[in-house]
């Protein structure tokens, strides 16, 4: 698949890694030059320097030809704009935004915005943890 | 009127005065606390230190009852954010943002914030009508920027000079709107003259200004 993840944070980098050694074509958009280094030289897949909600960015990383885009910036305002900037204008179907305020995540749910609340996954886990018997 | 202003940087801080000056009932959202402090001692509003991207501090702005929002903060995506929360959140009716940087202006219109206020674009215009040697104005935009009001004063080597209005062929998507002569404004007729010195005004299409001034003004 051609997958495209904004932002280089931790998730970011993490991901792009873990999908570029599946064999997927992958590229990384970053506001910061120096982000986008923490890749590492084993990574192969394209980069380009950006707003990741900025038009020519998104055309520039190939969004007219990809299947997938992951909004993973650790801004996330930045993740809810770019998401919806993949969908509404270039009718990309397959956009996932990362939003760690759980209020703002239950609002863009309900808007349509695919949402990965990470605060939410967090504490799923850890009640999970806490009231299963080992 | 109640009205939600988010950001209380240079225009924010203007702008609460404003608007408070005109009589209007004005929440203050902003991040920093001695900003907050410091609004607080100048005016008699309320001012509430907090980040206006959460549902929870629009609330204790009192956005339930509001009328409007201006979210004027130096980032893009926090005044879009801000800006769609008040409207799927709180049914604001106008929402107003600020466009930082000029090139998302058309992401604003498509994320539906009501009035996008590009004020880079709008200062660039403004120096560039003071700096070019037309007397071409665009006095503002509408629709969403795609209509304009535009004067211009009318040489005296203009082609049209002494030609009726039913004369002269405007582009398709442009409309002549008012002369106006020393001290009295004419809405034009078909047969109403064009002198020189006049002032015209018009209202057109973005994109079709210069079609309109070739009219006009005598070739370059």
Redesign the interface.
């Known amino acids: 698949m051609y997958i495209i993840v904004v932002g280089c944070s931790r998730v970011g980098v993490t991901i792009a890694q873990s999908l570029e050694s599946e064999g997927h074509s992958v590229v990384v958009v970053d506001r910061s030059r120096e982000n986008l280094q923490k890749l590492g030289r084993s990574f192969s897949g394209i980069t380009v320097v950006g707003s990741g909600f900025a038009p020519e960015v998104l055309k520039e990383a190939g969004i007219e030809r990809a299947d997938v885009l992951l909004a993973v910036t650790d801004n996330d305002n930045a993740n809810i704009v770019c998401a919806q900037v993949a969908r509404k204008l270039f009718n990309l179907e397959k956009v996932f935004a990362r939003i760690y305020d759980p209020a703002r995540a239950a609002t863009y749910q309900k808007m349509g915005v695919e949402i990965i609340s990470e605060t939410q996954l967090v504490v799923d886990a850890l009640k999970e943890k806490v009231f299963t018997k080992q | 009127m109640y009205i939600i202003i988010v950001g209380a940087g240079n225009v924010g801080h203007y702008l609460a005065h404003r608007l408070f000056g005109d009589k209007h009932t004005i929440a203050l959202v902003e991040k920093e606390r001695a900003m907050c402090d410091l609004i607080g001692q100048e005016l008699d509003i309320l001012v509430v230190n907090g980040d206006g991207?959460?549902?929870?501090t629009l609330q204790a702005a009192g956005i339930e009852r509001a009328d409007v929002l201006a979210a004027v903060t130096g980032?893009?995506?926090?005044n879009?954010?801000i800006c769609?929360?008040a409207k799927?959140?709180f049914h604001i009716d106008r929402t107003v943002a600020r466009v930082n940087?000029s090139?998302?202006e058309?992401?604003f219109n498509?994320?539906g914030v009501d009035v996008p206020i590009d004020s880079t674009g709008i200062l660039a215009r403004v120096i560039e009508e003071e700096v070019s040697l037309s007397d071409f104005v665009n006095l503002v935009t509408f629709r969403k920027g795609k209509l304009a009001l535009v004067r211009f004063d009318l040489p005296a080597e203009s082609p049209i000079i002494s030609k009726k209005v039913s004369e002269v062929t405007l582009p398709v998507e442009s409309v002549l709107v008012a002369i106006v002569r020393g001290d009295s404004v004419f809405i034009p007729h078909g047969d109403t003259v064009f002198k020189p010195q006049d002032e015209i005004v018009a209202l057109t299409r973005i994109g079709e200004e210069s079609a309109v001034l070739q009219t006009f003004l005598p070739e370059m």
């Not at chain 2, 991207?53 to 929870?56: G, L, M, Q, T, Y």
């Not at chain 2, 980032?75 to 926090?78: A, L, M, V, W």
């Open positions: 991207c959460e549902i929870s980032s893009d995506e926090d879009l954010v769609q929360l799927e959140v940087d090139r998302n058309h992401i498509e994320l």
